[in-house]
């Protein structure tokens, strides 16, 4: 089973709807982060989280909210979703020791 | 914006050693060079990082310049699975981890 999952996959939705994107981990790291990707370019951070009690605002948050809801899930909304937040979303954990990110699989979202 | 630059696109042939060079001559001597590469629009996955030292892994060797200004990821034996979006990154080791992405590399292996 993969280490980090993410719900949905694929979503399609209309401007102004609300849409909540789930990220749940297994392996146990307190850090938890939200990426955007637009075609061609790098993965942008949008909010990132050290414990369930800390959520910090990443490089682009406009237009964005978190809950952590427990160690192992972390939650991305967007409140009235609008066509130019079409990307691809990742979910990531850190590992402190190792000092690397393990990423989700991704989910594909077209806001129409 | 990123702090490295890489080229947008290299070709390989399968079974070669595919070397992918990054420039990060604005690094401070706090900074790490990480490379992490992208499959397809799968999640990213890390390879290697390092600070001044040569390193290897089972994936990759990572060679950094002494003036620490470059950087070469070599794949020994590339093979088809290793076409990807190969991205080189600098990042201070603290708490934060802000990773900056720039556009990366396409590496294709050819048969």
């Known amino acids: 089973d993969a280490d980090v999952t993410q719900t949905p996959r694929n979503r399609i939705t209309k401007t102004g709807k609300r849409i909540m994107l789930e990220c749940s981990q297994t392996?146990?790291?307190?850090?938890m982060y939200w990426y955007r990707q637009d075609p061609g370019l790098g993965l942008r951070l949008i909010y990132y989280?050290?414990?369930?009690?800390?959520?910090n605002k990443g490089e682009i948050s406009d237009g964005y909210s978190v809950s952590r809801q427990a160690q192992a899930k972390f939650s991305l909304s967007l409140e009235s979703a609008i066509p130019n937040q079409t990307a691809l979303y990742f979910c990531?954990?850190?590992?402190?020791?190792?000092?690397?990110?393990?990423f989700g699989p991704g989910t594909r979202l077209t806001v129409l | 914006d990123a702090k490295t630059t890489q080229p947008p696109s290299m070709d390989c042939a399968e079974g070669r050693a595919a070397n992918l060079p990054c420039n990060h001559s604005t690094i401070s001597g706090n900074e790490y060079v990480y490379w992490y590469r992208q499959i397809h629009s799968q999640g990213p996955q890390y390879i290697i990082h390092g600070l001044k030292n040569n390193e290897t892994n089972e994936m990759a060797s990572l060679i950094i310049t002494e003036d620490r200004k470059s950087s070469t990821l070599i794949l020994p034996h590339a093979t088809l699975r290793d076409t990807a979006v190969y991205y080189c990154i600098v990042r201070l080791w603290d708490s934060n981890y802000q990773l900056i992405w720039g556009a990366g590399t396409k590496l294709i292996i050819k048969p």
């Open positions: 392996k146990g790291h307190d850090r």
């Open positions: 989280s050290f414990d369930v009690k800390d959520i």
């Open positions: 990531a954990t850190r590992d402190r020791v190792l000092d690397t990110q393990y």
